[in-house]
């Protein structure tokens, strides 16, 4: 009987050390592994910002999809205009010219971003193949017509188990629903959230 007992009371204690070792561990699990997935989910995001931007240069508005800026990078051209000449010089006599050629985005564009298909950018990391939400237009903003973008994502889609609001109460200001995003469809504004 005493060793029934024995064999109990050891059970419950190595119960109750697993149970205070979980309580203790848990909340600095999630803290690392929130940090570490919204820092690779930025990295996209500013990637994606980098190509809208590059999609503007060449367009003059933004990508309202992922088709249309995968498709202007990979077959877009940069306008780059060389000036022959100095003309900030004063003591500068002869004539300024101006020459305007067109070079091809995609190859620019891959060195900057580091990635060989354009497509690989709608992606949401560690999501299971979810892609981010994009929105463009132009719109009227002080009496001026201006292009506006907005990408984001929310946090549930790439924090896996980690996405349930029960986190929240080991960071007030975690929020599963809560948007990743850059850029504003009410202003000209590419930041971020997270900036």
Request: charge should be neutral.
């Amino acid at each position: 009987m005493k060793l029934v007992i024995n064999i109990v009371l050891l059970a419950i204690i190595a119960f109750l050390i697993f149970a205070l070792v979980n309580s203790i561990g848990e909340p600095i699990r999630f803290k690392a592994e929130r940090e570490r997935r919204d820092a690779v989910v930025v990295e996209r995001l500013m990637k994606i910002r980098t190509a809208q931007e590059a999609f503007r240069d060449i367009t003059g508005v933004f990508a309202p999809t992922f088709d249309t800026l995968a498709h202007v990078l990979e077959t877009g051209r940069f306008k780059v205009v060389q000036v022959f000449g100095d003309p900030d010089d004063p003591n500068f006599t002869g004539k300024i010219t101006y020459d305007t050629i067109y070079v091809p985005a995609a190859d620019s564009m891959r060195s900057i971003l580091q990635i060989n298909n354009f497509d690989s950018l709608r992606y949401v990391p560690f999501s299971g193949g979810k892609v981010f939400n994009i929105a463009a237009e132009v719109i009227n903003y002080q009496n001026t017509d201006v292009p506006v973008v907005e990408v984001g994502v929310p946090r549930k889609v790439y924090m896996g188990k980690w996405g349930d609001k029960r986190f929240a109460r080991y960071d007030q200001r975690f929020d599963p629903e809560s948007l990743l995003k850059f850029g504003n469809m009410f202003a000209p504004n590419l930041s971020g959230n997270w900036e």
